[in-house]
């Protein structure tokens, strides 16, 4: 699965932004079977889990992000977004898509075998 993350840019504390990753060279039926993650890393940080949604539209957020950020998941355009609102200066980082064969222990990025480019968010206060 080859993934393509776009969205990102520099917007101020409480404003919102999407992000969507696309597979454009995947079958779609690879696509509709795999687990999708949305992780971050800060400068100086670790790469951290933001959100995960399962083939059968299971979601998982950090706790940092619940109730703010959403993600979601269109099999025909094999695109899944994240959107996210009430942003804070904390949510400053790279964010990346992700993607596995569906299975356990969704939320562990070392399960995960394929990645996007990156797109960088920044938060401004």
């Known amino acids: 699965v080859q993934l393509q993350a776009s969205g990102g840019g520099e917007v101020q504390a409480g404003g919102s932004l999407r992000l969507s990753c696309r597979a454009p060279?995947?079958?779609?039926?690879?696509?509709?079977?795999?687990?999708m993650g949305w992780y971050r890393q800060a400068p100086g940080k670790q790469r951290e889990l933001v959100a995960v949604i399962t083939p059968a539209g299971t979601t998982e957020y950090a706790d940092s992000v619940k109730g703010r950020f959403t993600t979601s998941k269109n099999n025909a355009r094999k695109t899944v977004s994240l959107q996210m609102n009430n942003l804070k200066p904390e949510d400053t980082g790279v964010y990346y898509c992700a993607g596995r064969p569906v299975g356990p222990d969704s939320t562990s990025a070392a399960t995960y075998t394929n990645w996007g480019q990156g797109t960088l968010v920044t938060v401004s206060s």
């Open positions: 060279t995947t079958i779609t039926s690879v696509f509709n079977a795999n687990d």
